[in-house]
């Protein structure tokens, strides 16, 4: 697929490989950050909200939905990136230069190593000539430009999207990732901080170097 999707892209999800949550406790590393929200997914959320009548009961439901939406751990203090280190999807596949097509993102994680499990990254593409502003084009490869998926102002993830504009769903913090993923709304203090990537001889989509900035809420 070729061309822009500039009032509507897609959430990538090919053959069983799309959006995945990374829920999975199994491998005992310890997690820098977990997507919570992917154990209580949007549609349950409706449904709770839906069985439930009245403006007082719907009230008592908002701070633990929100809650759940509150991922930042800051036991961890180590590099979340190397340089070499591949990206991988949810079922711990790595990603292929060909994976997304234009318009379209994915969650993906730096391949699990000894101390760290799960990093939630946004990986979208994009014509190259749609990027500009504050995109680090040095840090792009093909098409393809990674961030933190761990919001800038309380540590969510953000998960949801208005046309081309990625939304935190805790407090409405607004992103642009065609521009270096800067805060075009809502509370964030800073920009999402981006991953520099590139496409290693294999054809595999591999980190360079850590993210730019601070993850999660907090720095400068």
Excluded at 121 to 149: D, I
Excluded at 182 to 205: D, F, M
Aim: a negative charge; aromatic letters at 8%.
């Amino acid at each position: 697929m070729t061309g822009s999707h500039d009032d509507q892209w897609d959430e990538h999800d090919d053959q069983g490989h799309g959006e995945h949550d990374h829920d999975d406790d199994s491998r005992g590393q310890p997690s820098i950050y977990t997507d919570v929200r992917a154990q209580v997914r949007r549609r349950d959320y409706a449904k709770a909200l839906a069985t439930v009548g009245g403006l007082t009961a719907i009230a008592s439901l908002a701070a633990p939905l929100a809650s759940l939406q509150r991922v930042f751990e800051r036991e961890y203090t180590g590099p979340v990136y190397g340089d070499g280190i591949p990206l991988v999807d949810g079922s711990g596949e790595r990603i292929t230069e060909n994976r997304l097509s234009d318009g379209e993102q994915l969650t993906v994680f730096p391949e699990p190593r000894p101390g760290l499990e799960d990093a939630p990254t946004l990986l979208v593409r994009f014509p190259e000539s749609e990027y500009g502003g504050e995109t680090n084009m040095a840090f792009t490869a093909g098409g393809y430009a990674a961030y933190s998926k761990v919001c800038t102002h309380a540590g969510c993830m953000v998960d949801d999207r208005e046309n081309s504009t990625w939304v935190c769903p805790c407090h409405y913090g607004k992103f642009n990732p065609k521009s270096g993923a800067r805060v075009v709304g809502g509370p964030a203090p800073r920009p999402l901080p981006q991953l520099p990537i590139t496409i290693s001889s294999e054809g595999y989509l591999v980190a360079t170097g850590d993210f730019e900035g601070p993850v999660g809420p907090g720095g400068e």
